[in-house]
């Protein structure tokens, strides 16, 4: 019996040695992660922990700090400065939520979007960038979420969400709303970022940036099928927000004050129509138009010249 | 004497040494990589997401990674088509995995050269090692077609195509509408492809892999990549979910090695309800039929089976319930049942005559044994997961299948029953898009009745593991 001791000795310190390894291992994986210094300013230290409303639901950050650094810290950056290991592959780059700036809102532009607004987008993901649907998660997880994007920014403390501008009832769809809406496009300049056919490419196109220098492209109106979506919605109704409160932190502005409710809803129509491969109310009225929309008038002044190159407006061509 | 003592004190304190250096490695390790869990980096890379965003831990999916295979490897945004990527991006992932691993078997046959006859021993050996290499490449070839193909080496590197498949998503622009060609997983909501174990006995799901004592069929085995088509569909947001696979009766094997006309399917179904603070629920069923050969054409000899000659065919099934239970973000619950039921031919040794898992070939005239049943069987699997954090998950699993009937009267009722204990866990130091790295510690105890090659007593075997489980 004796005899077996030294061999289970020799197997302690056997086992010992292995362990012995792994400790080595686990010391030097983060002292080589460390040879690069942590350079620039330090994060926000975050103390306060934040709730979100959402219906009946209540959200609370401290539910989803696992979650967020499972899902969103990768592009969104641990402490929401939009720095994540991702961001620098990624166009658009991600929104910094320590600045508080959210492109998709009900509010006005300026102010702080609704919890319903943050929870929505979440939800349904934002077309044109890397930013996915997360309609896998509970109700309570994207509630908790929501509360806690609050923690980056102090504007969450200082601010209240703004109120959601009110939408009117949708008139009918008449080529008459439509050949409106085509006057305002030209009139409102809206060519000059999105083209003249609403292809993205007018002649401001190449310059636009974002409230963070870096490049953005205006949205293109003739990609996509029946399943083409807006970064905010795919709805007329989204369409109409989008325009009358701005999308914040991109050079497209706020109309709210420049256009009337019912104007408004023309330029929704004739926005259908540039959506050239959609299915759509206002594409069939302009087929049986054959795909001629007749010009607008009215007692307002003449619309804009159009660019010089001649190409003029139109859609469904 | 005295020498003893202090030799016996001086052993004691070795072993509490080996115990607390233990320790303190676990806890260094736990606690010092404070960077901020891994995955198909391919996938990853493409979307640039972190490998925690589809894996509850890399490999097995979560509720947003099961969405994204629903979908064909697709988020279902604009960034789908390969023409987004650049150029230079190639969709491959290769994993492999460095191990030290100590396994012991109990009751095997040896020869004992004392008698000149056998008698049964443990055999015990430990050492360092590693698995096959896996090259994962799969994605999108353009928006709503997708592919994956898998080849797959053994320890070494003796390679086989382990998937193989293309599929066609969302057809009419339909989540309820997509079409896998080729050799692919079964859509096993518990994925034996992703399971979280590794060791030889707990790496495996036993339930998607048993076969009763001298039962010939090796074809109904659900945990094997197999070859058909498949039909699935899911709700926009995967809560609902279906599938009916029409599968060649071959275990995945290519070259129509068995049967020329056997066939058989895979059904399964599931919903998810939202639970409101406990996350989402899952239930769902699944069954697999079909049948296989028992008699064979023969040349040179009556054990020479000759390929693609099977007929004969006699069927086999399993069903079972499947539960993805959630208690809120930490901890969840995954449960698997299953009756299985082999025809009689197979209980009684008729079946896979090719690969000698069958001893008898039922050739014109055969009548079974008096008596003979149809061997049926009951399994559950029981894998709760505790996930620390994105990094860390602890793991553990007990999985028991029970005989309710054997083929032949008489035969011990409870003869290939088996029990299963595993326990481990899975860390992973760093979360990137680029790349996946876990160490990977796991226990295994494996016990079957009746076994024993001469006594046919039970049978223990256990398999301690360690080792570094990686893909780039």
Sequence with gaps: MNSSKPVRSRRMTFFAAIFGLILAVGLVIPANAQDVPDVGPKPRVIVKPMESHIGNLTGHSESAKSDYRRYCAGCHGDYGDANGENAVWLDPKPRDFTIATFKCRSTPTGTLPTDQDIYDTIARGLTNSNMPIWNTFTKQQRADLVAYIKIFSPRWDREKAGTPIQIPAEPPVTMDSIAHGKALFTKLECWKCHGPHGEGDGPSAATLTDSKDQPIRPYNFALGKDDSRFKCGGTNRDIYKIFMTGVDGTPMPSFADVIQPNDAWDLVHFLRTLQVHRHSKENEILMSAHGVIPPYVDKNPPPAAAPADNKAPGGGQ | ?472
């Design chain 2, 1 to 472: 004497m005295h020498m003893w003592t202090k030799s016996h004190v001086r052993q004691k304190r070795q072993s509490a040494n080996s115990f607390l250096v233990a320790a303190l490695a676990l806890i260094v390790l736990l606690m010092g990589a404070s960077q901020s869990a891994s995955a198909l980096p391919a996938f990853a890379r493409k979307y640039g997401l972190r490998c925690s965003a589809c894996h509850e831990s890399w490999p097995m999916l979560n509720y947003f990674g099961q969405k994204f295979k629903d979908n064909g490897y697709q988020l279902m945004n604009d960034r789908d088509a390969p023409i987004w990527q650049n150029p230079g991006y190639w969709p491959v992932t290769f994993r492999i995995l460095p191990i030290w691993h100590r396994v012991s078997s109990g009751k095997q046959a040896v020869d004992d050269p004392t008698t000149g006859g056998q008698v049964e021993q443990r055999i015990t050996s430990s050492g360092f090692d590693i698995s096959g290499l896996d090259f994962h490449t799969g994605g999108t070839l353009e928006k709503n077609f997708s592919f994956y193909v898998l080849p797959s080496s053994d320890a070494t590197a003796s390679f086989h195509f382990e998937t193989v498949m293309a599929r066609l998503d969302n057809v009419f622009n339909s989540p309820w509408l997509n079409v896998k060609l080729g050799k692919f997983e079964l859509d096993n909501l518990l994925s034996e492809k992703r399971i979280l174990t590794l060791t030889g006995n707990g790496g495996i799901y036993q339930l998607y892999h048993f076969i009763p004592q001298g039962d010939g069929n090796v074809f109904g085995q659900m945990g094997d990549n197999q070859l058909g088509v498949e039909v699935m569909g899911h709700s926009v947001n995967d809560r609902t979910r279906y599938s009916v696979a029409l599968l060649s009766s071959n275990d995945g094997q290519p070259g129509l090695p068995y049967g020329s006309e056997a066939y058989s399917t895979f059904i399964a179904g599931s919903q998810a309800f939202d639970a409101g603070k406990l996350g989402v629920q899952r239930l769902g069923f699944y069954v697999m039929a079909g049948e296989a050969p028992t008699s064979w054409l023969t040349s040179g000899g009556p054990n020479a089976a000759i390929a693609g000659s099977g007929t004969g065919n006699k069927g086999y099934s399993r069903e079972g319930f499947v539960g993805q239970f959630y208690f809120g973000q930490r901890f969840d619950v995954q449960v698997v049942t299953q009756h299985g039921q082999d025809s009689a031919w197979f209980g009684q040794g008729y079946g896979d005559f090719i690969d000698a898992l069958a001893t008898n070939n039922n050739t014109p005239g055969t009548t079974l044994p008096a008596g003979s049943r149809n061997p049926t069987w009951n399994g559950v699997l029981v894998e709760p997961h505790f996930v620390y954090s994105p990094q860390l998950i602890f793991l553990a699993r007990y999985e028991t299948i029970r005989m309710s009937q054997q083929s032949t009267p008489g035969t011990r009722a409870d003869l290939g029953n088996i029990t299963t204990y595993t326990v481990g866990t899975r860390y992973n130091p760093f979360m990137t898009s680029r790349a996946g790295f876990a160490w990977h510690n796991e226990f295994n105890i494996f016990h079957q009745t009746g076994t024993a090659p001469l006594s046919g007593t039970n049978i223990n075997t256990s398999e301690v593991l360690t080792g570094f489980d990686f893909d780039f």
